[in-house]
């Protein structure tokens, strides 16, 4: 398919880029834009890595192609929700809580956490396994994910992103 250029609006930022129409976001955000945090796991919308935040929805980037992505949506990928300097309170609660293993699918889960506190901010732990239940972690961090999750619902700080 020939490739064409679309605008995106990614991190509060508009991206110009080129691109065949059907190529993956996953692929656009790290290797034309650069932005490596958001990882590949299945390719197939089933592990929840690649999650990004698209209007607010959390969504697989390895199953919207940039044509989909380039309608004026905001997209923010885990590099929008906070820096190094200035986690969100999700990415710090998952620091705190050490809610990982390897750190994979991390991003995804921090995403998925994001969009559901963004939606519901004190979501019963029901409903957090629910909405959860599209992001795998092989490392099996599940119970200190949920803790770190739990906290924040639980809690009174800010859910937007700090980046
Ligand atoms: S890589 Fe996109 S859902 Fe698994
Ligand atoms: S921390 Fe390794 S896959 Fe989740």
Known sequence: MAKRDFRLLVNGKTRNVTAEPDEPLLWVL?????????????????????????????????RLTVSAAARGQKILTIEGL??????????????QHGAFGCGYCT?????????????????TRSEIIAAMDGNLCRCAAYPDILAAIEEVAASTEEIEPTA
Do not use: Y
Not at 46 to 54: A, D, E, I, Q, S
Not at 107 to 123: E, F, Q, Y
């Open 82 to 95: 906070g820096t190094p300097e200035r986690l969100s309170a999700i990415q710090k609660a998952f620091v």
């Open 30 to 62: 790290r290797d034309r834009l650069g932005l490596k945090g958001t990882k590949f796991g299945c390719g197939a919308g089933m592990c929840g890595t690649c999650k990004v935040l698209v209007d607010g929805e959390a969504w697989p980037s390895c």
């Open 107 to 123: 991003a995804g889960m921090i995403v998925a956490a994001t969009a559901l506190l963004m939606r519901k901010r004190n979501p």
